[in-house]
């Protein structure tokens, strides 16, 4: 027969373990909450989803907010530009971010963000047969576009040089470069850069 000491050293341990129980079960609801706020933040809300190009409505639907996708699923949707399409959407996602917030601490981190999303289709983009170079190319030119928002104008210059690596012809790369030197009072690094670009595009408009 049990001392009634032993029954109470038994409850103890009983309730011990049921506080332990209890505090893994909020331990994972918090967790989920966590993770759906997440969600929440990085998915594309409805009033991005005209802001991106119609590339990025081949996305699925688990990139944007409900509502997001309903307007998605009315468009038509543009040509697939190439591996991890998805971070390339998502940083063009955080440059919109960066708009609305302008002159504020959620504008700088919201053009990090877009670096970061920038760089990791960079660095996962296959390069050795050219297949994906204009793709290459225009990930350089947004990545270049927050760099020069930042303030930080050589890394900036030398991204948009690289999109010209990789695309001669990207008309765009050219007119930011030109843009950048005016801002740094290089007129004639300016003019000569869209030259170079006339020599490239002879037709173009946009130079």
Request: hydrophobic content about 35%; overall charge positive; glycine content about 4%.
């Amino acid at each position: 027969m049990k001392s009634s000491g032993d029954v109470s050293l038994s409850d103890r341990i009983l309730v011990q373990k049921t506080i332990t129980n209890n505090l893994r079960i909020m331990l994972l609801i918090l967790g989920l909450v966590h993770s759906l706020n997440v969600f929440a933040a990085y998915a594309i809300q409805p009033n991005e989803v005209m802001l991106l190009p119609p590339s990025c409505f081949r996305l699925s639907s688990t990139n944007f907010e409900p509502d997001a996708y309903k307007i998605v699923k009315t468009k038509r949707k543009g040509p697939a530009l190439g591996p991890h399409m998805q971070h390339f959407c998502h940083g063009m996602k955080s440059l919109i971010r960066a708009d609305r917030n302008f002159g504020t601490k959620a504008e700088s981190d919201s053009l990090w963000t877009a670096i970061s999303e920038f760089d990791y289709v960079l660095s996962h983009t296959p390069k050795n047969n050219g297949r994906y170079n204009n793709y290459l190319a225009i990930t350089c030119v947004e990545k270049a576009k927050a760099l020069r928002r930042l303030k930080m104008t050589s890394e900036s210059l030398k991204v948009y040089q690289q999109a010209i690596k990789y695309n001669p012809k990207l008309t765009k790369a050219y007119a930011g470069i030109s843009d950048l030197y005016k801002t740094l009072d290089m007129n004639d690094e300016a003019r000569e850069i869209l030259e170079q670009g006339l020599k490239r595009v002879p037709k173009s408009k946009s130079l």
